[in-house]
């Protein structure tokens, strides 16, 4: 509690205003408040001894001023303290609005000094923080716990450290809180779009500490944030402002509220056994809930009524669409005309070959941009290894292979032969995979291009014999018959399979084997 008496007695003997707040411990204005209203209410200095410090707080800062002299008019400070905690309400213009209202009764309005400092008794007499910093649904505060909740592993019963993430508001104490495996990039908007979802609106401003995730080179005046958090800024209309570096006033809030969770929910959760992600914050949203709605120590209401009845109507609308994080990067397009990405291939129109090409990727589809245009889109596939090939992409030389199954080689074997029929058929059957087979049944038929059909066909008559399916060895005999062999009229080699070269038909059939 300020001295006032102290403040009086050096004040009366000569000493400076700054050296009387140093001396004292309190502020310059304190003790230039309590020497104005000294001299307001024609106080006799020096101060008697009779005189107690809390007489002179009555004193001089009596919140009843107004109720001694009826011709001022005293504020309606709950009025008063309900307006200060509204968007861009200022003690100014509450103190314009006071001033009318005296005008229009007739009676003398306090000064803005007195009125201010009435409004900031009767706030500490009922123990109300006015925080005019902090308005309905401006600013929403980001950051990780900085400690873990244990997920067991169900395999090797090991146990993996999750993280909470924190959202919190400044205005009303509402959070909300969500456990994740890692602190990426992935984990950490997803973070952010679930608490909007849950808060059902967006605030003006979000407002994360300077991390990675956020914040790619921190700066007091001019913080350069990372592709995600901007894009995730424009999806929901909002704008991104963090922390000032050491500066923890400016996160005040989220960091105790992920206090708050760190000793009422990770504590509370220490001795329970998850196996589950999805178990675990299903606990920890059960906790949140409790603590939202339980009413605070130091005033009236609780977090969720305080957020349900002033912050939710002042937050923006959510998009109609939740925001989508890409993964990004930039390839090379390669001679088979695809880029790899995560391990998996694509397609691109074949005159792409040797280009670069920027590739941005949501959970469920590729797209994929050349010069700021987008040239492909893809569905993401799910197994390392996998390409997908779209037909437009493959280039005539190649679209032959699209015409590969056991149907069309038994039917050019057909044409050549019972015993070429037979061949291509032990061939297929002789794979695990049907499609591992094509390549042997292509280089089979084009033994008739080579030599002859007749030859093909004695050749797959000796093999069928000897009990041999494969390319290799009706090569081999095609090879020993072929001068042995005398062309009969009626039998034509395969005129429909062009001479390719076998390497571009592999190639575009390993690029489409997937589809």
Not at 145 to 155: E, F, K, N, Q
Not at 218 to 231: F, G, Q, V
Not at 247 to 271: C, F, H, M, T, W
Not at 411 to 427: D, K, L, W, Y
């Amino acid at each position: 509690m300020t001295n006032f008496k102290e403040i009086l007695r050096l004040y009366c003997g000569g000493f400076s205003q700054r050296s009387i707040a140093t001396s004292l411990s309190c502020s310059r204005d304190a003790v230039a408040l309590c020497i104005k209203r000294a001299k307001e209410r024609g106080l006799q200095l020096p101060v008697s001894e009779d005189v107690t410090n809390e007489d002179l707080r009555k004193l001089l800062h009596c919140s009843q001023e107004g109720v001694r002299d009826p011709s001022y008019l005293l504020p309606d400070f709950a009025h008063v303290v309900k307006e200060l905690k509204k968007t861009h309400v200022t003690s100014g213009l509450v103190w314009t609005e006071y001033l009318v209202e005296c005008k229009s009764l007739g009676l003398k309005p306090y000064s803005i000094s007195q009125f201010n400092a009435l409004v900031r008794e009767y706030s500490k007499n009922n123990n109300i923080s006015l925080r005019q910093d902090h308005h309905p649904g401006e600013v929403l505060e980001l950051d990780w716990s900085g400690s873990a909740i244990l997920l067991s592993d169900r395999l090797t019963d090991e146990t993996i450290p999750c993280h909470l993430f924190v959202a919190a508001f400044p205005f009303s104490g509402y959070f909300y809180a969500e456990a994740f495996e890692n602190e990426k990039m992935l984990a950490w908007v997803t973070g952010v779009v679930h608490a909007l979802s849950f808060f059902a609106g967006v605030p003006l401003i979000l407002r994360p500490d300077n991390l990675k995730t956020a914040v790619l080179k921190p700066d007091k005046y001019e913080p350069e944030l990372n592709t995600a958090m901007i894009e995730l800024a424009q999806h929901y209309k909002t704008v991104v402002v963090p922390a000032r570096v050491k500066a923890p006033r400016d996160k005040n809030v989220v960091e105790g509220a992920v206090g708050y969770a760190s000793r009422q929910i990770i504590a509370a959760l220490r001795n329970q056994k998850f196996l589950s992600l999805d178990e675990m914050n299903q606990s920890i949203w059960d906790y949140m809930d409790k603590l939202n709605a339980a009413d605070f120590k130091k005033k009236d209401g609780s977090r969720l009524g305080l957020f349900t009845e002033q912050e939710q109507p002042e937050l923006l609308p959510l998009p109609s669409k939740p925001f989508q994080l890409f993964d990004r990067i930039t390839a090379t397009v390669a001679q088979d005309y695809h880029i790899e990405f995560d391990h998996r291939f694509y397609s691109l129109p074949s005159n792409l070959v040797k280009s670069e090409v920027s590739v941005k990727a949501t959970p469920h589809t590729v797209f994929i941009y050349h010069k700021d245009s987008l040239v492909a889109e893809h569905p993401r596939l799910k197994f390392k290894g996998q390409k997908s090939t779209l037909p437009e992409h493959i280039p005539e030389r190649h679209r032959d292979y699209l015409l590969w199954s056991s149907d069309h080689f038994l039917s050019q074997a057909r044409r050549i032969g019972p015993a070429t029929e037979q061949m291509i058929s032990n061939v297929l059957a002789s794979r695990e995979y049907e499609v591992q087979s094509y390549r042997s049944c292509v280089g089979i038929l084009r033994i008739a291009n080579k030599y002859t059909a007749e030859c093909l066909e004695a050749a797959c008559k000796e093999g069928l014999e000897s009990g041999i399916h494969s390319y290799k060895a009706v090569n081999a005999i095609a090879k020993t018959l072929k001068d042995a062999i005398v062309p009969v009229e009626g039998m034509h080699p395969r005129e429909d399979l062009e001479e390719q070269d076998l390497g571009d038909l592999y190639c575009a059939h390993d690029a489409g084997g997937s589809r």
